[in-house]
């Protein structure tokens, strides 16, 4: 799977959107872009997932750039409980759905 | 709809004792499952998968294994743990297929070696 970077931290105010970045350079072509969040004390929860288009569900948006290097989480209204650990993760092919989580970016959503 | 749950949620367990830590899913057949561990301050790491009953997959090299005696039922285990063995132990399925990501992961059990 390809290796992502993501900012360590990131601070957002309460009703904002939130925009979490995240650098995925050696990207396949059969490799989908996944995102994850941690609350604390809490498992993993899946948020969103794509390919090349740009999705959309009622967590949370996702922008990946046309070479597909890059993408976008977009939180549109972020509240106190999106405070969270947030990891972008690149998985495909024959995976069988073994993820690499790394250090992610931890959100911190202020009043 | 599918459910998955793990248990014990918390245990304190001495170095030298044996481990079961047990995982079931329902709602769904056929499932990938998925052991990880997250270590204090640090990432998750997966442990173990398996894509079917009696098949396991060891993803480190450790002092724990698994195993799945039935389709939904998930087993952690050890005979005799390590102080390094403490961590936030993490159950996960996924819909069986190859090219999946979507995890779905229980509330997770936390394990504290003295």
């Known amino acids: 799977d390809a290796k992502t970077t993501q900012p360590t931290s990131m601070d957002c105010a309460e009703g904002r959107a939130a925009n979490l970045p995240c650098n995925h350079s050696t990207i396949s072509g059969n490799e989908y872009v996944y995102w994850y969040r941690q609350i604390h004390s809490q498992g993993p929860q899946y948020i969103i997932h794509?390919?090349?288009n740009n999705e959309t569900n009622e967590m949370a948006s996702l922008i990946i750039t046309e070479d597909r290097k890059s993408s976008t989480l977009i939180l549109p209204h972020a509240t106190l409980r999106d405070t969270a650990v947030y990891y972008c993760i690149v998985t495909g092919g024959t995976s069988y759905g073994k993820l690499t989580f790394g250090q992610g970016t931890i959100l911190t959503v202020h009043p | 709809s599918q459910t998955i749950h793990q248990w014990p949620a918390t245990l304190v367990q001495p170095v030298g004792s044996p481990l079961s830590l047990e995982c079931t899913v329902e709602g769904t057949s056929n499932p990938n499952l998925y052991w990880y561990r997250q270590a204090a301050g640090r990432g998750l790491q997966l442990l173990f998968y398996s894509v079917g009953i009696g098949q396991i997959s060891s993803e480190v090299p450790q002092n724990l294994s698994a195993s799945r005696p039935q389709d939904r039922q998930f087993i952690l285990s050890s005979k005799k743990l390590l102080l390094s063995d403490s961590g936030f132990y993490l159950c996960?399925?996924?819909?069986?297929?190859?090219?999946?990501?979507?995890?779905?992961f229980g509330e997770g059990s936390r394990l504290t070696v003295l």
């Open positions: 794509g390919l090349k």
């Open positions: 996960a399925w996924a819909r069986l297929a190859a090219n999946t990501g979507e995890l779905f």
